[in-house]
């Protein structure tokens, strides 16, 4: 048992060092409640920033289930538009909802697959319980094609991702 939890903080402090510079917090035991961020927490990724609440210009409703698909699965944000995501958890097992880029989601993906118990918090994320709602506001300020998608083992792998593309007022993506 105890060589099993070294390797899951061997991994978190790797994810930590050479995958993500966002605000991230590891343990053993799973999230009891939603983490508070503050503006001190955003921090610019390439697929936009964290915001607060009260900066969000529109709602979209998301849900996830057990099928392993989202509704909506797909999203179309204006360049510079603040989005508050109303998650909800539809199944009966635990689910996420990150916001990235492709690359960054398919890497964090492959880490969460050699270590599952793996613990962390970031703006751009949510650990949604089954039957539980979190929200994620978030500020798109990059143009481009982005994905939300569910990390845990096999979820990303069975399809639970979302498209995101963000263009400008033209339609422009780049």
């Keep these: 048992m105890k060589i099993h939890q070294f390797l899951l903080n061997l991994g978190a402090v790797l994810m930590a060092v050479t995958t993500f510079n966002g605000a991230l917090a590891h343990g ?8 508070v961020f503050s503006e001190k927490d955003f921090e610019q990724m390439p697929w936009g920033i964290g915001a607060m609440p009260t ?11 057990d099928n392993m698909r989202f509704d909506p699965s797909s ?3 204006r360049l510079g538009e603040t989005i508050r995501f109303v998650v909800t958890n539809k199944g ?22 050699r270590f ?10 949510a ?21 939300f998608a ?7 792998e069975a399809g639970m991702v979302g498209s995101i593309r ?7 993506k780049k």
């Excluded at 009966?92 to 697959?113: D, P, Q, S, Y």
């Design 75 to 77: 999203l179309n944000v």
């Design 150 to 156: 569910c990390l845990i083992a096999g979820h990303y």
């Design 166 to 172: 963000v263009a400008d007022a033209k339609g422009a």
């Design 28 to 35: 053993s035991n799973p999230h009891e409640k939603a983490p």
């Design 116 to 125: 599952p118990g793996m613990q962390h918090e970031a703006p751009y994320m």
């Design 127 to 147: 650990h949604i319980p089954p039957g539980q709602t979190e929200e994620i506001v978030w500020t798109f300020n990059r143009l481009g094609d982005f994905q």
């Design 92 to 113: 009966v097992l635990l689910h996420e909802f990150v916001i990235g880029t492709i690359e960054a989601n398919k890497e964090h993906a492959e880490l969460m697959k």
């Design 55 to 65: 900066k969000a210009q529109r709602t979209v409703q998301v849900t996830m289930s």
